[in-house]
Nanobody, 119 residues
Framework: QVQLVESGGGWVQAGGSLRLSCAASGSIFRIDIMGWYRQAPGKQREKVASITRSGITNYADSVKGRFTISGDNAKNTVYLQMNSLKPDDTAVYYC?????????????WGRGTQVTVSS
């Protein structure tokens, strides 16, 4: 199994910055992709950004130019630097990974961290 522990959420005023971290642990043989999703109240969960093992990144249009995803393969950790935050960025942010473990190959989720941006 894989455990994903997120940290770095909180409250910030519009225009501010936050940095999220997510560390994966467990019986991991290989991590192929790590990423961040978010879910605002009353809305579906949406992908924010992802990074592959080789460093290829992908972003939702709504965060391009403001958010930066990075990873540390040696630490099985992914980061999300969020700048120029807007009230619309308010959501629970979930870490996700596609990984090969001793039990299976598939997706795993963290429990989420709240990000609140006030206007």
């Amino acid at each position: 199994q894989v455990q994903l522990v997120e940290s770095g959420g909180g409250w910030v005023q519009a225009g501010g910055s936050l940095r999220l971290s997510c560390a994966a642990s467990g019986s991991i043989f290989r991590i192929d992709i790590m990423g961040w999703y978010r879910q605002a109240p009353g809305k579906q969960r949406e992908k924010v950004a992802s990074i592959t093992r080789s460093g290829i990144t992908n972003y939702a249009d709504s965060v391009k130019g403001r958010f930066t995803i990075s990873g540390d393969n040696a630490k099985n950790t992914v980061y999300l630097q969020m700048n120029s935050l807007k009230p619309d960025d308010t959501a629970v942010y979930y870490c996700n990974t596609i990984a090969l473990t001793s039990a299976r190959f598939g997706g795993f989720w963290g429990r989420g961290t709240q990000v609140t941006v006030s206007s």
